[in-house]
């Protein structure tokens, strides 16, 4: 499965939120969660961090930043 390409540059890819789900990372990337957490035990996203209660997130701007250099090739 392909990744997109188009990144935006600003908040409008996650909402503005600093920590994000795989569930919404999923959603913005319009692929499934299981594929991001594939991708992030593969490298190609950065590992979660942990928040306690259970509760796992991605910091957004790792994800950018992934993703540009994904794009980047």
């Known amino acids: 499965m392909a990744m ?9 890819l996650f909402g503005g939120a600093i920590y994000a789900s795989a569930k919404t990372i999923a959603h913005a990337l319009e692929t499934s969660e299981t594929t991001v957490w594939r991708w992030s035990a593969s490298g190609k996203l950065p590992k979660p961090h942990r928040l306690g209660g259970g509760t796992t997130r991605w910091r957004t701007d790792e994800v950018r930043a992934a993703l540009a250099m994904l794009a980047a090739g």
């Open 4 to 12: 997109k390409t188009n990144i935006p540059s600003d908040d409008r």
